[in-house]
């Protein structure tokens, strides 16, 4: 090692200023006192022990932390798969790691009043998606008003190594190395949030994910910059209570010069979307599922922000949810499937546990279809829905999930680039269409004859089943998380950077806005017709009066059709 480089811990990777005897994030041993005599080679077997302990332990903490992910992120532990008493001995340790903090139950909300004296108050959220800072005014009564602008920070902003799939995402952020072996420097974890009007005592940090190593560096490395601010540490994912009420107000967002309200109406659900789907009920209200980090998933009628159910019963993450009128449908990180009524106040119903997470569902008349990630689809019949069947589609075709309004055709695809149907009823393979690239999100016209179709690269592109052709639409450069299409044929998409674009069967044309500033309802093909910037798109669903849209930084926006409208509400979940 060069005379003025600092010692990389071989258990953790970080890397450590000076020469300290210890490693502080793990507490591996760097320096110690010298040994006198020749090194043998039990010398060099028991370090090699200790080290592969050491390694293990320490991504055994990771996998405990990230348990709600369920058990893929233990085949990321170096030397070996994971054996039961060594897992419970992780336990032991997060336990007693956790019993040491003061955790809360604390929302952005609950921290902006406790801030006391009206005026500016900035809230930090450290969470697994991502890292956000929302700013209210604290009234005269205490009560906060939240910009429905939210300052928002990628972790993969910060580290660009960082894997993109979530279970290998949050294995990292809870201090795992295994295959991975992502390495990150101290400095790079200040997240760029000058610029705050805030003062530091107006400031509070919420950590969600508290043991965790990097999320709490970010924590300490703001703090450092902002001395006076507080910090509160909620409970970690696996054990978070889901929150419930409504509360609190959003600020639409004003047309530059124009005093004429722009932004639709807006309920955030806090700690971010994991998974949505959105729709209309029979008496034409449009209707929102979202899936939380907590296993909750919430269900609102718009305009008005009225929520109509709560199911909190999933045990992990909710990777995947979808709608049919009031039957919401979602999937979790451990293969577990549940239904219920959005609006009945009945009680969730196990539908099928998979052996891997849930990528997609969907809710039929009579059967629910789910995938998993190990290309397991799965017919579940509801009511006198016939048979159910399992059909292995492969991994290569486990990304993405649609099924035709009857439910006599299904479509599959995944890495490979290929689209497989099934017969909804019997689970034979139909056919296979090969399309442009890897696939990320599918739809059915309401015809059942043509199929949206939405790519890594960003291509959308239509397919016309009866002739098995692929017509690509123009690229718009990112991928594509979510995909539907209108009843007049304009596919509907949204991306991973936040924008909603509309695609007509056929044409181009540039983007023509942001949601802020949209012009009034030229819609091109490709025109941007609102933003959840940066943050992904979740869902999206477009009637003939509006398009509803939920995304990854936890926002909800319904959207009137002619996209300069709003219905006048906001609300908090």
Same mark, same amino acid.
């Given at each position: 090692m060069p005379a003025d480089a600092s010692p990389r811990c071989p258990v953790c990777l970080t890397t450590a200023a000076g020469e300290p005897s210890h490693c502080r994030t793990c507490g591996w041993t760097l320096y110690g006192p010298p040994v006198l005599g020749r090194l043998t080679a039990d010398d060099e077997r028991d370090f090699t022990d200790r080290l592969t302990t050491g390694q293990r332990t320490h991504d055994l903490l990771a996998v405990v932390r990230a348990a709600h992910l369920g058990p893929r992120s233990e085949t990321l532990v170096r030397a070996g798969p994971v054996r039961p008493e060594e897992r419970?001995?992780?336990?032991?340790?997060?336990?007693r790691e956790l019993a040491a903090l003061d955790l809360t139950d604390a929302d952005p909300h609950q921290a902006a009043e406790q801030a006391g004296a009206a005026g500016e108050v900035v809230?930090?959220? +450290?969470?697994?998606?991502?890292?956000?800072?929302?700013?209210?005014?604290?009234?005269?009564?205490? #009560?906060?008003?939240?910009?429905?602008?939210?300052?928002?920070?990628?972790? #993969?902003?910060?580290?660009?190594?960082?894997?993109?799939?979530?279970?290998? #995402?949050?294995?990292?952020?809870?201090?795992? +190395?295994?295959?991975?072996?992502?390495?990150?420097?101290? /400095?790079?974890?200040?997240?760029?949030?000058n610029g705050l009007a805030a003062g530091e005592d107006r400031l509070t940090v919420i950590n969600r994910l508290?043991?965790?190593?990097?999320? /709490?560096?970010?924590?300490?490395?703001?703090?450092?910059?902002?001395?006076?601010?507080?910090?509160?540490?909620?409970r970690p994912p696996a054990t978070r209570k889901p929150q419930t009420e409504l509360s609190g107000d959003l600020r639409p967002t004003l047309a530059p010069g124009s005093g004429v309200r722009t932004a639709p109406e807006v309920v955030r659900v806090r700690g971010g979307?994991?998974?949505?789907?959105?729709?209309?009920? #029979?008496?034409?209200?449009?209707?929102v599922a979202a899936g939380g980090a907590d296993g909750s998933v919430t269900a609102w009628g718009l305009p008005g922000a009225v929520r109509l159910s709560l199911d909190s019963r999933h045990a992990a993450r909710v990777t995947a949810v979808h709608m049919n009128d009031d039957l919401v449908v979602s999937g979790d990180g451990r293969g577990v499937v549940l239904c219920r009524r959005a609006d009945d106040g009945s009680e969730p119903r196990p539908l099928v546990a998979h052996l891997d997470r849930v990528i997609a569902v969907h809710a039929g008349d009579t059967a629910v279809f789910s995938l998993d990630g190990t290309g397991a689809l799965w017919r579940t019949p509801i009511g006198h829905g016939g048979d159910a069947f399992h059909v292995d589609v492969t991994i290569a075709a486990a990304s993405a999930l649609a099924v035709t309004g009857d439910g006599t055709i299904v479509a599959t695809g995944g890495t490979d680039g290929t689209i497989r149907l099934w017969d909804g009823h019997t689970g034979d393979r139909v056919r296979a269409i090969k399309a442009a690239g890897r696939i990320t999100a599918l739809a059915f016209a309401p015809d059942g004859r043509t199929l949206a179709i939405g790519h890594l690269d960003g291509t959308v592109a239509r397919c016309d089943l009866t002739a098995a052709h692929v017509t690509a639409l123009p690229t718009v450069g990112r991928p594509i998380r979510t995909v539907a299409v209108r009843d007049d044929g304009v596919i509907v998409t949204g991306d991973d950077t936040g924008l909603i674009r509309c695609h007509p069967w056929a044409g181009a044309g540039p983007a023509v806005g942001t949601a802020s500033a949209v012009g009034a309802g030229s819609v091109g093909s490709g025109s941007v017709v609102g933003t959840h910037a940066p943050a992904a798109v979740k869902a999206v669903a477009s009637h003939a009066d509006w398009l509803l849209s939920a995304g990854a930084d936890g926002l909800v926006r319904l959207w009137a059709r002619d996209f300069t409208r709003s219905s006048g509400r906001s609300g908090q979940a």
């Amino acid at each position: 090692m060069p005379a003025d480089a600092s010692p990389r811990c071989p258990v953790c990777l970080t890397t450590a200023a000076g020469e300290p005897s210890h490693c502080r994030t793990c507490g591996w041993t760097l320096y110690g006192p010298p040994v006198l005599g020749r090194l043998t080679a039990d010398d060099e077997r028991d370090f090699t022990d200790r080290l592969t302990t050491g390694q293990r332990t320490h991504d055994l903490l990771a996998v405990v932390r990230a348990a709600h992910l369920g058990p893929r992120s233990e085949t990321l532990v170096r030397a070996g798969p994971v054996r039961p008493e060594e897992r419970r001995r992780a336990e032991q340790d997060v336990a007693r790691e956790l019993a040491a903090l003061d955790l809360t139950d604390a929302d952005p909300h609950q921290a902006a009043e406790q801030a006391g004296a009206a005026g500016e108050v900035v809230v930090v959220e +450290i969470a697994e998606e991502r890292i956000t800072a929302a700013r209210f005014d604290l009234t005269s009564e205490a #009560r906060p008003v939240e910009s429905a602008d939210l300052r928002v920070v990628e972790w #993969r902003s910060l580290m660009p190594e960082l894997s993109g799939d979530p279970v290998e #995402r949050a294995f990292t952020l809870a201090g795992g +190395i295994g295959a991975l072996s992502v390495t990150y420097e101290a /400095e790079v974890f200040e997240p760029p949030l000058n610029g705050l009007a805030a003062g530091e005592d107006r400031l509070t940090v919420i950590n969600r994910l508290p043991g965790w190593p990097l999320p /709490e560096l970010v924590a300490e490395t703001i703090r450092r910059g902002h001395p006076q601010a507080r910090l509160l540490l909620t409970r970690p994912p696996a054990t978070r209570k889901p929150q419930t009420e409504l509360s609190g107000d959003l600020r639409p967002t004003l047309a530059p010069g124009s005093g004429v309200r722009t932004a639709p109406e807006v309920v955030r659900v806090r700690g971010g979307i994991t998974a949505g789907a959105a729709g209309v009920l #029979r008496d034409g209200r449009a209707v929102v599922a979202a899936g939380g980090a907590d296993g909750s998933v919430t269900a609102w009628g718009l305009p008005g922000a009225v929520r109509l159910s709560l199911d909190s019963r999933h045990a992990a993450r909710v990777t995947a949810v979808h709608m049919n009128d009031d039957l919401v449908v979602s999937g979790d990180g451990r293969g577990v499937v549940l239904c219920r009524r959005a609006d009945d106040g009945s009680e969730p119903r196990p539908l099928v546990a998979h052996l891997d997470r849930v990528i997609a569902v969907h809710a039929g008349d009579t059967a629910v279809f789910s995938l998993d990630g190990t290309g397991a689809l799965w017919r579940t019949p509801i009511g006198h829905g016939g048979d159910a069947f399992h059909v292995d589609v492969t991994i290569a075709a486990a990304s993405a999930l649609a099924v035709t309004g009857d439910g006599t055709i299904v479509a599959t695809g995944g890495t490979d680039g290929t689209i497989r149907l099934w017969d909804g009823h019997t689970g034979d393979r139909v056919r296979a269409i090969k399309a442009a690239g890897r696939i990320t999100a599918l739809a059915f016209a309401p015809d059942g004859r043509t199929l949206a179709i939405g790519h890594l690269d960003g291509t959308v592109a239509r397919c016309d089943l009866t002739a098995a052709h692929v017509t690509a639409l123009p690229t718009v450069g990112r991928p594509i998380r979510t995909v539907a299409v209108r009843d007049d044929g304009v596919i509907v998409t949204g991306d991973d950077t936040g924008l909603i674009r509309c695609h007509p069967w056929a044409g181009a044309g540039p983007a023509v806005g942001t949601a802020s500033a949209v012009g009034a309802g030229s819609v091109g093909s490709g025109s941007v017709v609102g933003t959840h910037a940066p943050a992904a798109v979740k869902a999206v669903a477009s009637h003939a009066d509006w398009l509803l849209s939920a995304g990854a930084d936890g926002l909800v926006r319904l959207w009137a059709r002619d996209f300069t409208r709003s219905s006048g509400r906001s609300g908090q979940a």
